[in-house]
């Protein structure tokens, strides 16, 4: 049994690992290096359950990050029970087949009620006066005490949001992948795990932000270059040999795509008034879409509109490919989590969640950083407004009202799409926008299925 630390580098692709990124790079030379055919869509949800089931998603149910509850009529995005992904997972096959098998997820998705032996995940607490204080869950409770006495708190609003990936008062531009990548050690040092599952998310932040062209990316490979050079350096120093593994690839757009938009249009969305501001209510209305970087899943409520539907679809600009049951089928989206119709984007362009037509009745929460209300993936989210003048001293009077105990709204989000720069979700045209995995001796060389990677890991493992 070999012990294995699987570094997921969110947005790693063949064609950045160069001189900017000099550790990975030496990591490259001695290591087997297989590109991998993306989960499709290719999300982070949905490619790291497929990498721990060895399942598409028709088999683990893991449609995109977030999906239309139809028995709720609810959109929920971004949940933490691991309960949600169906199967059995790598860590319950290898304790099966290995006496003393343990598994630490460190910052994997769905890393809550797992039966992974170690978990630790980030999770605000919401009070109910209506605060949310920012915090980590972890399994075994005690982890949590554990890793904050250690590393402090964990720097929740460099892990998503408009400081995440720039330098800020909250820490600099790498400060989540740095205190993950301590809490990864700290878990190694402690408790010794056969298999440790690390994410790693720095390169998301830029790359949708300014698009992976941007000439200040180079300094971000040169950040999660040190980060994954330590891990590499310590793993490798207690005889834990390292998998280098990422979700997908991110690739520069130009073109936002607002579905919702288009069906309100034609009359087919439903929308509810609220203190005067409007509210999307998909379970009255007859077609919507949930959103989701460069995928859409589309739920048409009225069969007797599918055939308009498809047809305003396919002649809509910057959609790739419409699927329907048999498309979805042919690809191994086809759960019933999945939409009526699902859509993928050209490789330039990416689907918002918008349904608003005009902005001073969009819902409170689209100004704010919100990944749990809005109905839909919202990239925008990593932007201050630039309308707003003398933005760090508003930031300030509304973090002074917080710490006073007043309620307020971090209102400070722009609304304008067209500020991405870069997304993901769709199988680039170019291998050397893929996902990779460099490793050892069970890396295969060519290009690899996604749910190939299960048993890449395995054989890692168990020798």
Request: proline content about 8%; some cysteine.
């Amino acid at each position: 049994m070999q012990r294995i630390a699987v570094l997921n580098v969110v947005g790693l692709t063949r064609s950045l690992i160069g001189p900017h990124m000099p550790r990975l790079l030496k990591f490259r030379q001695r290591s087997q290096l297989s590109v991998i055919d993306p989960a499709l869509p290719a999300l982070t949800c949905t490619a790291q359950s497929t990498y721990v089931t060895g399942r598409p998603p028709s088999g683990h149910g893991i449609v995109a990050n977030g999906w239309y509850h139809r028995e709720l009529a609810e959109v929920q995005f971004w949940k933490q029970s691991n309960h949600v992904v169906h199967g059995p997972k790598i860590w319950d096959d290898l304790r099966a087949a290995l006496p003393g098998f343990t598994c630490a997820k460190t910052f994997w998705w769905y890393n809550m009620y797992s039966s992974a032996d170690y978990s630790v995940t980030p999770r605000p607490i919401y009070p109910a006066d209506g605060r949310k204080v920012f915090d980590i869950y972890s399994w075994p409770y005690e982890l949590r005490p554990g890793l904050k006495a250690t590393l402090g708190n964990f720097p929740f609003p460099t892990f998503w949001g408009p400081a995440a990936g720039l330098p800020s008062p909250q820490g600099a531009p790498e400060a989540a992948s740095r205190w993950i990548a301590n809490s990864a050690m700290w878990i190694e040092e402690r408790h010794r795990p056969t298999l440790q599952l690390v994410y790693l998310p720095h390169l998301d932040y830029n790359f949708q932000r300014l698009g992976p062209d941007h000439p200040s990316i180079p300094a971000d490979l040169a950040r999660i270059d040190t980060i994954v050079g330590d891990l590499i350096d310590f793993f490798e120093s207690r005889q834990v040999q390292v998998l280098i593994l990422s979700e997908y690839g991110i690739t520069p757009v130009h073109t936002p795509i607002h579905l919702n938009r288009l069906f309100r249009e034609k009359g087919w969305i439903t929308v509810k008034e609220e203190l005067g501001l409007e509210l999307l209510d998909a379970g009255q209305s007859r077609v919507f879409a949930v959103a989701d970087h460069q995928v859409a899943h589309v739920h048409v409520q009225d069969p007797a509109l599918l055939p308009a539907v498809r047809a305003l679809l396919e002649s809509t600009p910057g959609i790739a490919l419409v699927l329907d049951q048999d498309g979805k089928r042919r690809i191994g989206l086809d759960h019933p989590r999945a939409g009526d119709l699902v859509v993928f984007s050209d490789q330039d362009a990416w689907f918002t969640y918008y349904y608003w037509l005009e902005d001073q009745l969009a819902p409170d929460f689209a100004r704010c950083v919100d990944i749990h209300r809005k109905p839909g993936y919202d990239p925008v989210e990593l932007f201050l407004d630039p309308s707003l003048s003398a933005v760090k001293l508003r930031i300030a009077w509304k973090l002074l009202q917080k710490k006073l105990g007043f309620r307020m709204l971090m209102d400070l989000i722009p609304l304008d799409a067209r500020l991405v720069k870069g997304s993901h979700g769709c199988r680039p045209a170019s291998q050397d926008d893929w996902p990779v995995l460099l490793g050892g001796a069970h890396v295969p060389v060519g290009p690899l299925a996604a749910t190939d990677v299960y048993q890449v890991i395995r054989k890692s493992v168990v020798g």
